[in-house]
């Protein structure tokens, strides 16, 4: 992104803050948020630095991902003024010291609806889901009672939780949080007198709870003062705010620059999107660039469960394929494919296996939503710690390995196994371990390399998994009727026979490794070419439909959800792009989603392709 020049919109946040007054900015893709951020941050310093520094208070900056936080951070100096943090690290630094609030919390809401929660999943019958249901219950049951006897509580920045030793777990702080900024005036009292100024980056990927309890924070005339930043369209994650505002008597202002994408891109984008109409700004408004739609007739799926077979999936690629040859981006290192979910990428990168697994007939919709995220519980100790231990000792990197051990492994904690050691015995420890886990990985299927990591203390497991190593495996055959509730059974044991290599094709691929991408997982980025590939059979999923909400007259009416959905994530696929963006529509009717694309004003005839 070019220099940043103050806008018509910063210049109004730069007036909110000489009145103390707080304000949410609309900021479209490409429109220079962060620097309008970084500009509002340093206009406190310039006005109010000084006082806040002698008063002992700071200016808060809450973003959504750490290497933002490490952005804005370098961007402002590494002031001592700021506290940029992310959403989890800020709200837990101000529950941390409240031991009896969170307590409290706990007692009163968060442990209260866990066992709600789980006995909904108890049915009374003797399903496995119905057992866990009411182990859940029955623990949780314990640990409630013996909340009074915990002294001060922990976190770490997993799943984990345990409420009876004081351990709290990543979504407990924002369920915590969200109570006592609710329930307990002298919480936010303390915190707008710490805080006289708090800013939110990616304001749509809050939590509502937070924004509504940041609001009662900062709500009335004067100190403390919340400034939103973000943009509604490019809120792709549940739970979080989406539609966000100021506390009442707030300024809601539109940035309409937009420093990324080329005219083309941003006549599609202002045709796409109603309530901002973005223009070109900086260098990139020189570059006319290009937009293309390219239809293509999808076929009908073959396999059950409204899915490709292995045939049709080769066939779309090789559409694909011929689509970026006739462009002439074959072999470019700055052309990023972008689809919906990951078939036809886990074909090319090498994890259809683990893929096929996550979306097959023992995956729950909980756990391939998990798969799509990187988070499911099998795969966590892989892609946090195991996969980087194993990269980190081939390239002869002790410190990395260390470093990851001492962050993850219980045996390498301050009161572990190893804490009586010297460094250079703790080295000598650590490379032999992974020496040992390193011929694992060459020889070993992934359930006997999570059995050695659980013993040797390198991870440590969540209750789900350490259940499902435990357990006998299933040796029946699988019946849905019969085992629906129980397929994760058959799903981890399925898992634990496979060999490292497709978690580490997949790692590599989060990691962000490789040309290709889900829509999701290019938030926040840009790219000079881009091609988005939009098939509603190949995502598979329900709650998506680009046919309907790019064609509804030809593919029939999304339904309100699905419409939501969809739009928001082909604006930000759409946004990526800097110069050129190619679109390969799969669709029924590519005759009729032509015309129709034509008609709707979203492009013009010269931009749409057709081949059947």
């Not at 072999?331 to 074909?347: E, H, K, S, Y």
């Not at 020889?443 to 350490?466: N, V, W, Y």
């Amino acid at each position: 992104m070019d220099t940043w020049v103050e806008s018509e919109a910063d210049a109004i946040v730069r007036k909110c803050l000489d009145d103390r007054r707080s304000f949410a900015m609309i900021a479209g893709a490409g429109a220079g948020k962060t620097s309008s951020l970084v500009d509002a941050l340093s206009r406190v310093r310039d006005l109010e630095g000084s006082a806040l520094r002698k008063h002992g208070q700071r200016v808060a900056c809450i973003t959504f991902t750490k290497r933002a936080v490490e952005v804005i951070k370098a961007r402002l100096g590494f002031d001592e003024l700021y506290l940029v943090s992310t959403l989890h690290g800020f709200l837990w630094g101000q529950i941390s010291h409240f031991h009896e609030n969170i307590r409290q919390a706990l007692r009163e809401s968060r442990i209260p609806t866990l066992i709600e929660k789980a006995k909904r999943d108890d049915n009374g019958g003797k399903s496995k889901k119905a057992q866990n249901a009411r182990a859940k219950i029955e623990r949780l049951t314990e640990q409630l009672t013996l909340l009074e006897s915990v002294e001060h509580f922990d976190y770490a920045d997993t799943s984990f939780s345990d409420y009876g030793n004081g351990q709290i777990g990543h979504d407990d702080v924002i369920e915590i949080a969200t109570y006592l900024l609710a329930k307990n005036d002298t919480f936010r009292r303390i915190i707008g007198l710490r805080f006289p100024y708090i800013f939110v980056d990616e304001a749509q990927d809050t939590f509502e709870g937070i924004v509504a309890g940041l609001n009662l924070v900062c709500a009335g005339i004067g100190l403390p003062v919340i400034g939103y930043f973000g943009d509604p369209w490019q809120q792709i994650y549940d739970r979080s705010a989406g539609n966000f505002a100021p506390p009442d008597g707030g300024e809601v202002i539109k940035k309409t620059e937009n420093f990324r994408c080329s005219k083309s891109v941003v006549r599609l984008l202002n045709a796409y999107r109603g309530d901002v109409e973005q223009y070109t700004a900086g260098e990139n408004a020189k570059c006319e660039g290009s937009v293309e739609f390219l239809l293509i007739k999808a076929e009908d799926p073959t396999e059950p469960r409204n899915r490709y077979s292995e045939e049709q999936i080769e066939r779309a690629l090789a559409h694909m394929d011929t689509a970026v040859e006739n462009w002439g981006w074959t072999g470019r290192n700055d052309v990023m494919r972008l689809f919906l979910a990951r078939q036809m990428i886990a074909r090319r990168l090498g994890f259809a296996d683990l893929n096929r697994l996550f979306t097959g007939d023992y995956a729950s919709s909980r756990a391939q939503d998990a798969f799509e995220e990187g988070v499911h519980f099998l795969l966590k100790p892989f892609l946090s710690t195991i996969y980087p231990l194993i990269v980190a000792q081939s390239q002869g990197d002790d410190r990395k390995i260390i470093n990851l051990l001492r962050r993850d492994s219980p045996a390498f904690a301050i009161d572990g196994l190893n804490a009586e050691k010297s460094l250079k015995s703790m080295v000598e420890t650590s490379k032999a371990l992974i020496g040992q886990l390193q011929t694992l990985w060459n020889t070993e299927k992934t359930g006997a390399i999570l059995r050695f990591c659980i013993d040797k203390q390198i991870i440590q497991p969540s209750e789900r998994l350490r259940e499902h190593l435990d357990r006998p495996p299933r040796d029946e055959l699988f019946e849905e009727d019969r085992h629906s509730l129980d397929k994760g059974d058959w799903l981890a044991d399925s898992f634990f026979k496979m060999t490292p290599k497709t978690v580490s094709c997949y790692a590599d691929y989060l990691d962000n490794n490789t040309a290709y991408s889900t829509q999701h997982g290019v938030k926040g980025e840009e790219y000079a070419k881009v091609l988005v590939v939009y098939d509603d059979v190949e995502a598979a999923w329900n709650q998506y439909s680009f046919s309907k909400t790019l064609t509804p007259l030809t593919a029939g009416e999304p339904s309100d959800r699905q419409r939501s959905l969809t739009q928001k994530l082909a604006y930000v696929s759409f946004s990526r792009a800097e110069e050129d963006l190619r679109v390969l529509l799969f669709t029924a009717n590519p005759e009729g989603s032509r015309a129709e694309l034509i008609e709707s004003k979203l492009l013009k005839p010269d931009q749409i392709r057709i081949v059947n």
